[in-house]
């Protein structure tokens, strides 16, 4: 394999805060285990050995959780010296981490800097939005420690993106969030829907299609016309829409019509296909008993993959298909065999008032 994308989960499900919209909590307690606990040193070093002897070309190390900042920084120190032992082949490596931010200090930012990570961030807004469901164990909004530490990594000079929940609030309070972006010199953002529960129950924060279509029309609009003022912010989802209008293939998986392994690790060693789908019944193989490239290549692996090609027949006559591609598998509904994508009007609402405008964009770059 040329590449390999390994997404790590460290910390398993253990987390330092208690989000109400979580997906990942939801996904860990609809399994045996909900919590792998800590990744040990022979887990770790297996892995890094296993995926230098894996790839021909490049390696992305994504660290997620849970928490990922909770196991320690030590643990990230025996990463970069296992990662020293085993690159015999000068095999280029890039290196990420998505995190609440909360446990951030200049030891956590001089090692970002050192060893260039790509630092997600996750910040629903200002204060007041970000506070209504990222809390802490005791009900604590965790707005102050986080945003301090993004001005941490300001400070240093360290890539980082926002990564922004889009829930109810969100959408209520979207050009004030967008002001708050912008005024902190936010350059590099990703708004990401909520996700209901596996189960499909909802809470206050999910969204309709009706609210999902009016958010994202009104985030293409202050864009827009900060683009015509010749003040471009990188939008994850504008970014890839205006790729795939010039024929180049989205950087997003759920906006390239199939899923791909994207190997997912948790603490134990267990690999799963996809961050939405760490469940027992779409368990792979485990690192300690079997080959990564076994793992990648198995007929469950695959057949992960086949079954994301499914889309709903109506998409076989939308205008909208060649930009949509049906969307992320965890949006469709395969309970009912329709495969219809929960937010598939939301989609033909936005690009219904914007496909001119977003094909001019495209065209003036």
């Known amino acids: ?24 909590s939801d996904v860990a307690f609809n399994r045996a ?11 770790l070093e297996k ?26 920084i030590e643990f990230y120190k025996a990463f970069h010296s296992f990662i020293k032992k085993y690159n015999t082949n000068n ?8 995190t609440n931010g909360i446990l951030l200090n200049k030891e956590w930012a001089n090692l970002f800097k050192q060893e260039k990570y790509l630092v997600g961030i996750s910040l629903d807004g200002h204060k007041e939005i970000h506070n209504f469901f990222r809390k802490d164990r005791l009900g604590t909004g965790t707005f102050s420690q986080t945003f301090k530490n993004i001005k941490l990594l300001q400070k240093n000079n360290i890539d980082f993106n926002i990564l922004c929940v889009v829930n109810k609030k969100t959408v209520e309070n979207l050009k004030d969030i967008y002001l708050f972006f912008k005024n902190s010199k936010f350059k ?6 909520c996700l209901d529960k596996l189960d499909n129950s909802t809470g206050d924060y999910s969204l309709t299609e009706q609210e999902y279509g009016f958010f994202l029309d009104e985030l ?19 970014d890839n829409l205006l790729a795939i209008i010039l024929n180049n293939q989205a950087e997003s998986c759920d906006m390239n019509g199939h899923c791909s392994v994207n190997t997912v690790v948790e603490s134990n060693g267990n690999i799963y296909p996809c961050d939405f789908y760490v469940l027992d019944e779409l368990l792979l193989g485990n690192i ?7 793992i990648l290549t198995s007929e469950k692996a695959y057949n992960f993959v086949k079954s994301s090609l499914k889309f709903d027949s109506e998409c076989k006559t939308c205008n909208y298909f060649n930009l949509c591609k049906s969307g992320c598998r965890r949006h469709k509904n395969f309970q009912d065999g329709t495969y219809k994508n929960r937010f598939c009007n ?7 008032k914007n496909i001119k405008q977003l094909l001019e964009i495209a065209h003036s770059f």
């Not at 285990?33 to 887990?43: A, D, K, L, R, V």
Request: hydrophobic share 35%; charged share 15%; net charge positive.
């Open 1 to 24: 394999m040329k590449h390999i994308n390994l997404l790590i989960k460290p910390s398993s499900s253990l987390c330092n805060i208690n989000c109400d919209y979580c997906f990942y």
């Open 33 to 43: 285990h909900p919590s792998f606990g800590f990744m040990n040193i022979e887990t």
């Open 47 to 72: 892995l890094v050995k296993e995926s230098f002897f894996t790839a021909k070309t490049s390696i992305t190390f994504s660290f997620q959780g849970g928490e990922p900042t909770l196991i320690g």
């Open 91 to 98: 095999i280029s490596v890039n290196f990420a981490i998505q």
């Open 188 to 193: 590099y953002l990703q708004f990401i829907p």
């Open 220 to 238: 293409f609009n202050l864009w827009s016309n900060d683009l015509k003022n010749k003040k471009y912010t990188s939008i994850r989802f504008f």
């Open 288 to 294: 300690h008993s079997t080959s990564l490239k076994e």
């Open 346 to 352: 939301s989609f033909k609402y936005f690009y219904s």
